[in-house]
Antibody, heavy 127, light 107 residues
Framework: QVRLQESGPGPVKPSETLSLTCTVS??????????WTWIRQAPGKGLEWIGY???????NYNPSLESRVTISVDSSKKEFSLRLTSVTAADTGVYFC???????????????????WGHGTVVTVSS | DIQMTQSPSSLSASSGDRVTLTCRAS??????LNWYQQKPGRAPKLLFF???NPQGDVPSRFSGDGIGAEFTLTITNLQPEDFATYYC?????????FGGGTKVEMK
């Protein structure tokens, strides 16, 4: 059974760097057919895609965060991580790690969906 | 960025009702559209991928449809466990974007 579990510091001070880890079990992070993803949700708000990476190193980030974010895979530890620099109160929320899988629609369209999720970890940015 | 607009933002319904949730994309995205269900304090759960393909053991009372820029998620015979917030998400372009959600509440 696939399981993703986030871990992180909880409270972070403004201007500091947020570091989160997602431990993966039941599937290999070196899968060629999956990307490893971070998604966040501000309190009472909707979902925001932060970005994802493949274990071979090709990452793609939300342009709104690209200058501050790094997502990387550590295959030896069976985990992937998120690093977000210069945080502000606007970065407060629940952070989810997820697995992206790929498929084709009936019209041949490329599709990617988030089929496995961690439970989420609360991050509070406050002095 | 592709904007995803869901309507209504919330609706009240009773067990046994049939409800239809709509998701509109700001451009043609083919069938690169997924639906998720989220309950309070929980992670989202994938319901449908590529517009109409149910994920895993999604109950048959749920159905997804659409192509291009307009998509629907229909729940027939609404059950108590279906009261939740539903999000659509496009995978046509990066950044991947979600709709604002439709909250299905008990009347």
């Amino acid at each position: 059974q696939v399981r993703l579990q986030e871990s992180g510091p909880g409270p972070v001070k403004p201007s500091e760097t947020l570091s989160l880890t997602c431990t993966v079990s039941g599937v290999s992070v070196t899968s060629d057919t999956h990307f490893w993803t971070w998604i966040r949700q501000a309190p009472g708000k909707g979902l925001e895609w932060i970005g994802y990476t493949h274990y071979r190193g090709s990452a793609n980030y939300n342009p709104s965060l690209e200058s501050r974010v790094t997502i990387s895979v550590d295959s030896s530890k069976k985990e992937f991580s998120l690093r977000l620099t210069s945080v502000t109160a606007a970065d407060t929320g629940v952070y989810f790690c997820a697995r992206a899988a790929f498929s084709r629609g009936y019209d041949g369209s490329h599709n990617e969906h988030f089929d496995e999720w961690g439970h989420g970890t609360v991050v509070t940015v406050s002095s | 960025d592709i904007q995803m607009t869901q309507s209504p933002s919330s609706l009240s319904a009773s067990s046994g009702d049939r409800v239809t949730l709509t998701c509109r994309a700001s451009q043609n995205i083919g069938t690169s559209l997924n639906w998720y269900q989220q309950k309070p304090g929980r992670a989202p759960k994938l319901l449908f991928f590529a517009a109409a393909n149910p994920q895993g053991d999604v109950p048959s009372r749920f159905s997804g449809d659409g192509i291009g820029a307009e998509f629907t998620l229909t729940i027939t015979n609404l059950q108590p466990e279906d009261f939740a917030t539903y999000y659509c998400q496009q995978s046509f372009n990066t950044p991947r974007t979600f709709g604002g959600g439709t909250k299905v509440e008990m009347k």
